[in-house]
């Protein structure tokens, strides 16, 4: 074999190991992609379950309230707080501008919530995942109201229960770490026909820690 022939084969073993060496890169470039995008997938899968539990949190508070036998404006603390009670779980009165409740009362077990289906009777199907908790504030009524009305802003008058105004904060969680929280404001009043229904003026994502 002459040396010709010798720098060809040498050559071309020099192209064909730079080809594997691209290869195997590429290859575990894309391993890593795929590793990437499954691991987003149960992140998004694990905080979409939470968002629904929260939101099925939220749908239960409104029951709380729509039920009107627990949640009355009178069942609230005479001052901005919260309850602790095992009838008023998740009961508070808010302040006007200051938060009375700490977020790990919606985020640690036995911290001061109500849970889904607690005062509802509902019933939520769970894979190892805490149950979602909610809060229910009761607003400080608008100025209007108390000039208009005292018995209906201190909550002795049956009906203020009708024009009372509710905050409710809701978490959820799933699998993992994941956890998520929403926030509305609401009203219970009553309808055509008699019934009673829980009205949801605005809402929010809520943050947790």
């Known amino acids: 074999m002459n040396d010709d022939a010798r720098k060809q084969q040498g050559a071309a073993l020099v192209i064909a ?7 195997l ?13 499954e691991h987003a997938g149960r992140n998004h899968r694990a905080h979409l379950h939470a968002m629904l539990a929260a939101q099925a949190a939220l749908d239960d508070a409104c029951e709380d309230i729509r ?12 001052e901005p707080g919260c309850r602790s009670d095992a009838a008023g779980l998740g009961l508070c009165r808010a302040a006007q501008k200051e938060r009375v409740w700490e977020p790990r009362q919606l985020t640690a077990d ?9 005062f509802t009777g509902r ?10 908790r909610y809060l229910i504030e009761l607003l400080p ?6 000039a208009g009305n005292k018995d209906d802003a201190s909550g002795d008058n049956p009906d203020d229960k009708q024009v009372a105004l509710y905050r409710i904060s809701a978490a959820g969680f799933g699998p993992g770490q994941a956890r998520a929280g ?9 309808i055509a026909g008699g019934q009673v229904e829980c ?4 809402w929010r994502p809520l943050p947790l820690p």
């Open 25 to 37: 890169l590429l290859g575990t470039a894309t391993a890593s992609l795929l590793a990437l995008d």
């Open 67 to 78: 039920g009107g036998v627990r949640v009355t404006p009178a069942a609230f603390p005479g």
């Open 141 to 146: 009524a608008p100025a209007s109201t108390e």
């Open 123 to 132: 019933r939520l199907r769970l894979y190892d995942v805490a149950p979602p």
């Open 199 to 202: 009205r949801r003026l605005a």
């Open 110 to 118: 036995g911290a001061g919530a109500a849970t889904y289906g607690e």
């Open 182 to 190: 929403l926030q509305a404001v609401v009203r219970r009043q009553t």
């Open 17 to 23: 190991l730079v080809m594997l060496a691209v290869i």
